[in-house]
């Protein structure tokens, strides 16, 4: 492995796997960052078994431990995608991850401000999405970013430095290469 691995949400490559069937591509992460690492794409909800295209969800009810809920029907996908999650973390633990990218205001991929609302319907709190919180708590130290934090110089810069040192002290980086050099300025 020459390259560090980084963990990115499916659609943001460009692959049809949203709820309606669509993809988020984003070309700077796909053509650009993309040349100089591996990506491993996991997208929570086809992985799980959900289907393409899919009813939206949210997450809903108490906002320490909220369900993943369908919009419409009223289904709970929480036990589901725990489920897998827990399984998906246990073999990602053996990528040895330097970095994720995940899909910005996804109830299962969402990094921050992931509105949770009561059976009303009104918002009683916010949250990152199911699976990257669990993904959060299960590796700390891994740097994480959304496609819209890595379209702001500042927070790209600094998710690309994190990446970089912990890719740095790897023992498949023998060189110490740093990968990210020419991608900062």
Request: include cysteine; charged fraction near 25%.
């Amino acid at each position: 492995m020459n390259k560090p691995k980084l963990g990115i949400s499916t659609c943001l490559l460009g692959e049809n796997v949203r709820y309606d069937g669509g993809h988020k591509l984003d070309r700077y992460l796909r053509d650009t960052l993309g040349l100089f690492v591996e990506w491993v794409s996991i997208c929570p909800e086809v992985d799980c078994g959900l289907s393409i295209p899919r009813e939206p969800m949210q997450l809903e009810g108490n906002p320490d431990a909220p369900h993943l809920i369908t919009c419409e029907t009223r289904i709970d996908h929480t036990d589901q995608m725990m489920q897998w999650a827990e399984k998906r973390l246990d073999v990602l633990k053996n990528e040895i991850l330097s970095g994720f990218v995940f899909k910005a205001r996804s109830p299962s991929c969402g990094i921050r401000d992931i509105p949770i609302y009561n059976l009303q319907g009104k918002s009683v709190g916010s949250q990152s999405g199911i699976f990257t919180g669990m993904f959060m708590r299960r590796f700390p130290l891994i740097p994480i970013e959304d496609e819209e934090g890595m379209k702001d110089p500042d927070r790209r810069q600094k998710f690309l430095k994190s990446v970089s040192e912990l890719w740095r002290g790897h023992p498949y980086n023998a060189k110490g290469i740093d990968f990210v050099k020419g991608l900062l300025w």
